[in-house]
């Protein structure tokens, strides 16, 4: 349908869409709630079969996006060689299926674990904590720079062991490197996208040559053991598990924490309330656990994920042929009435089950316990410190993407 395909287009191509998706998503999802678009996706925007795609074992992994496929697509830009070796370098538990995925995943999911978790909460406090009390009060600043981007670059920096003084240039390298997970990237971003997937594999290489020589108390040395002592992990999939380790841990948390935040000072009467409510239990209590969920499910840092079929399905009456590509729109099925009740509403006290904005199936976030457990953190020592957070100037600024959603900028007072 032309109209879908102009709605759809403007989603995933417009600074407009980008920035204001969620009116667009709905007239998606009441018009064709699984949508085949006129560029060869299949589009799903309700909570059901996001959900199916996600769980179903005929669907996964583009594992060999095939060079057909990517000659199509990138073919006519100089760097297309390039850009087929780091497809076929990713050998990351995001990018693989099982039997490869279960086993890799099986090497990292200790330490992640909700039990794990718990004991980092008084690190995580305590980093918080450093952080506000590095941050002037009465004065405007901005909070991607004070609190969203420091915090889970440090939890996730100090856990895999990335040297401190290297985690500032991360923000814009890992910035760049995860436009390859746009629906649709300009040449030019891609370029730039390319070299810094680059720079990141050669820092990470070094990284490990370094741990080799002399092994720490971190994740990284124990995976380098891993790969040493069996034949478990190779030398790819452990640069590219420490990559996607230490990017997924702070891209997105990155965003809970901004998006978070913009919610709540866009909602007082829901601030006020949460304010009272985190009293039964503070940052791990019950009311602070459902606000951060609420807080996901409203403004999710990841918006789209995907899947190819294996096989012919039958998707709610939409035939899919196997090897098509599926796009599941975490944003949109989160928003979506059938499953929530007056969706596009702010309630923090809401207890309708998870939203999609970890996924779900066998690639379900890996960091869902640490991302929840750093919002809940930042959330709680936030309102615990200061009695006025106020938005200061204009509207604050998304970036200018999709599938990661957030926020350039986020200009905030704090008084005690
Ligand atoms: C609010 C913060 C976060 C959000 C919204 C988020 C979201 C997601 C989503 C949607 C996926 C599934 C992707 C897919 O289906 O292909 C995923 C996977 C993953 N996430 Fe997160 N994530 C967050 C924080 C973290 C953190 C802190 C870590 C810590 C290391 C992490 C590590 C991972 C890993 C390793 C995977 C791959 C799992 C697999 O493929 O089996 N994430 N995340």
Redesign the pocket.
């Known amino acids: 349908m032309p109209e879908l395909d102009a709605l759809f287009a403007e989603i995933i191509a417009t600074p407009e869409g980008r920035r204001d998706p969620y009116a667009r998503y709905e007239r998606l999802r009441s018009t064709a709630p699984v949508y085949r678009s006129g560029i060869g996706f299949i589009v799903c925007t309700r909570y059901e079969e996001c959900q199916f795609v996600?769980r179903d074992p005929r669907f996964g992994?583009d594992e060999d996006e095939r060079e057909d496929r990517l000659r199509a697509r990138f073919g006519h830009l100089e760097i297309f060689p390039r850009i087929t070796e780091i497809m076929s370098d990713r050998r990351s538990?995001?990018f693989l299926n099982p039997p490869d995925?279960t086993r890799l995943?099986g090497l990292?999911s200790k330490a992640?674990t909700p039990r794990t978790v718990e004991r980092l909460r008084p690190d995580i406090a305590e980093l918080v904590d450093d952080l506000l009390d590095a941050v002037p009060e009465g004065e405007v600043v901005d909070v991607m720079d004070v609190l969203a981007f420091p915090l889970?670059v440090a939890v996730?920096g100090r856990m895999l062991g990335v040297p401190r003084e290297d985690w500032e240039r991360f923000r814009s390298v890992m910035g760049r490197a995860t436009l390859l997970l746009e629906p649709v990237v300009a040449d030019d971003e891609l370029e730039s996208a390319l070299l810094a997937q680059g720079e990141l594999e050669q820092y990470f290489r070094g990284l490990v040559a370094e741990r080799r020589r002399q092994p720490a108390e971190d994740l990284l040395s124990q995976l380098i053991a891993v790969e040493e002592g069996s034949d478990r992990l190779n030398e790819n999939e452990l640069i590219s598990t420490a990559i996607?380790?230490f990017g997924?841990?702070?891209e997105?948390?990155t965003?809970?924490i901004g998006n978070g935040l913009l919610a709540l000072l866009t909602h007082p009467d829901q601030l006020a309330r949460l304010r009272d409510d985190r009293r039964d239990g503070g940052a791990g209590g019950p009311a602070m656990r459902l606000a951060v969920d609420e807080l996901?499910r409203y403004d999710?840092?990841?918006q789209f994920?995907g899947r190819r079929a294996f096989e012919d399905v039958d998707l709610s009456g939409v035939p899919v042929a196997k090897d098509q590509e599926i796009i599941t729109v975490?944003g949109a099925a989160n928003r979506d009435p059938g499953h929530f009740s007056d969706p596009d509403q702010l309630d923090l006290r809401r207890d309708e089950g998870p939203p999609l904005?970890?996924?779900s199936g066998?690639?379900?976030?890996?960091?869902?316990a640490?991302?929840r457990a750093?919002?809940q953190v930042v959330f709680d020592r936030l309102l615990e410190r200061y009695s006025s957070m106020e938005l200061a100037g204009g509207s604050p600024e998304f970036r200018n993407r999709i599938t990661l959603r957030g926020l350039e900028r986020l200009p905030v007072t704090f008084r005690s």
């Open positions: 996600l992994k538990l995001l995925h995943r990292v992640f889970p996730i996607l380790l997924a841990g702070f997105t948390t965003n809970l996901l999710s840092p990841v994920d975490l904005s970890f996924a066998i690639h379900y976030c890996l960091g869902a640490l991302a750093e919002g």
